[in-house]
């Protein structure tokens, strides 16, 4: 590569870095991606939801395998994305459901690993609409387990939606 500078050609040599985290240090211009499903909030690890610990200390704070994920995980494959279990907005239909859950890595879906949210949605989509007597269950990376009846879930969404006081089941990207 070579520039112009004051009538003068320089060139400069770079070493490009292929090793892209899968947290990203910075995300200033995306809005936050979350999925709303029987009160469970999904959403992406980044490194704002981190700061949520404090912005200067957050690696001594936040969970450490979140804290892990953020300075060791690397990206595999284009679009990957780490999709978390944010909170339980507590409901009849996820009654059970541990609160400790909170802050889990989301792994599989019906046995399906998840690439990132979208995936997740599109995998709750056709799983809804294609069995909707069936079961959707989610596995965590720690071996937890939830399994929910479609059926139930659908009734129960505007309900959770109105109680908490929320618009929309997901972020604008994934509707």
């Known amino acids: 590569m070579f520039f112009l500078f004051l009538g003068k050609q320089l060139t400069l040599a770079s070493r490009l870095d292929n090793n892209q985290e899968l947290v990203p240090s910075h995300s200033h211009d995306k809005c936050p991606e979350y999925l709303i499903y029987a009160g ?4 992406v690890l980044t490194r704002f939801y981190l700061y949520e610990w404090g912005k200067r200390d957050w690696y001594e704070k936040a969970p450490k ?8 995980a690397k990206l595999q494959e284009p679009g990957q994305q780490i999709v978390i279990v944010n909170r339980i907005l507590v ?7 541990d609160s400790e859950l909170k802050n889990s890595v989301l792994k599989t879906v019906n046995g399906i690993k998840i690439n990132n949210i979208k995936h997740l949605a599109e995998l709750i989509d056709k799983i809804s609409k294609d069995d909707e007597n ?7 990376d720690n071996k937890n387990v939830i399994v ?3 059926k139930q879930v659908e009734k129960s969404e505007a309900r959770i939606l109105k109680q908490n006081s929320i618009a929309q089941p997901r972020s604008e990207n994934l509707c």
Do not use: K, Q
């Open 40 to 43: 469970i909030v999904f959403t």
């Open 65 to 72: 395998h979140l804290v892990d994920l953020a300075y060791e």
């Open 91 to 97: 409901d009849d239909v996820n009654h059970g459901v």
């Open 134 to 140: 069936g079961f959707i269950r989610f596995e965590m």
């Open 148 to 150: 929910m009846s479609c």
